[in-house]
DNA sequence: CCTCTTAGTGCACGAGTGTTCACAATCTGT
DNA sequence: ACAGATTGTGAACACTCGTGCACTAAGAGG
């Protein structure tokens, strides 16, 4: 009957099975299931950390339209490439194991302090509030999440064994580069007030 | 070591034992856990319909910015009211269960395709594409969602009982508006491509 | 009142779970 | 090659879980 999805239906005993091993081995390298979990979390957080800094050096474009067009483009690339990370993120993000999703939180908010850092080098926000900075860079990321859970649903509910159907990924993407480039049309009407 | 939140790590026990009955007794009012689930999501969406609902009366606004601060605050009140199912939801949405999951995305996109038939009617959309209003509400529904994770994630982390600390709702309701203004700031800028 | 449906009971089975403990193998550095 | 750490083993414990089956309590309609 079970058979479950995500980390939470994940037991000690099939971990030590699918490693070939018997399940006493488990405690010799984690302590318990949680600490496992955190160690996935550090292990994606680490590609997502990859895949920023190959955005960050691709940045500096001369066009707005260029830049996001590019960071999509990136985006989806590491999704496909390392589509079980994401999706366990996408899914401990809600899941019922307290420490893990309180990490995956975190680790989200840091991730968008971070690009509000980012995007603040850039000429048109240079007298933006630091608040109103995170308030955009919160919308990107969130954008971005969302359209992360639509690859991976796609994905899962498609026809294919592991690739999502080219046409529903067009479409995702597409719909994502039109929503931040609506937003990026909004920044220059904003005036930030402290 | 169980006693996990959502509703996958929620057994037929469990549920048979609350409600003061023999687990057996269970499939006398479902057949499956799924479909007790279903049921669930049927609940919940029924208050989610009633927010709607509410929120379209309240609608047809002369200045916008009063129609985006009248929204946010019917929907920080539904939460608020129904936080079970608001819980349930954004836990489910996505849950190890791939019935519960789909079940709620399916009813997601309709929500969207909903409002974007909604906004259809406002003269400044007159001349939008159908794609773009898609695009448009997916944007606005996809930071509402979010807004509901943030105040749910605040109010679960938090130290009061049931309550989220009021600061902490303050900036998220403040942030939720100025994101949704700077997303209808953009609006007059996009010019619709078919 | 008697029948029929609905809701609840008790018991049992097989399977899966986390964790403990003493023990064996294997790998490492000197 | 030998001592010490690291990693793996096997059996056992005390659970929880979903589900099947025959049986009973309770209420509804004729």
Chains 1, 2 share one sequence.
């Not at 999805?5 to 490693?19: E, K, Q, T």
């Not at 984690?30 to 960050?56: C, I």
């Not at 971070?114 to 926000?125: F, S």
């Amino acid at each position: 009957m079970d058979g479950g999805y995500g980390f939470d239906s994940l037991s000690l005993r099939r971990v030590a099975r699918a490693a070939g091993v018997v399940p006493t081995a488990f405690y010799r390298h984690f302590d318990s299931m949680d600490e496992l979990g955190l160690a996935l979390v550090e292990e994606s957080v680490a590609t997502l950390r990859a895949m920023l800094r190959e955005a960050r050096e691709g940045g500096a474009a001369a066009d707005p339209s260029g830049l996001i067009r590019r960071s999509v483009e990136i985006l989806v690339a590491h999704v496909r490439e390392h589509r079980r990370h994401f999706a366990f993120m996408a899914h401990a993000r809600a899941s019922g194991n307290a420490v893990l999703r309180h990490a995956i939180r975190s680790e989200t908010k840091l991730f968008a302090s971070e690009l509000a850092t980012d995007i603040a080098r850039l000429p048109i926000l240079r007298d933006w509030s630091t608040a109103d900075l995170q308030m955009l860079a919160a919308l990107f990321v969130d954008t971005m999440i969302a359209t992360i859970d639509a690859i991976l649903e796609a994905s899962s509910s498609g026809a294919g064994p592991e690739g999502l159907s080219p046409e529903a990924e067009t479409r995702i993407v597409a719909q994502a580069e039109k929503q931040l480039r609506l937003i990026a049309l909004a920044i220059p009407q904003w005036r930030s007030s402290p």
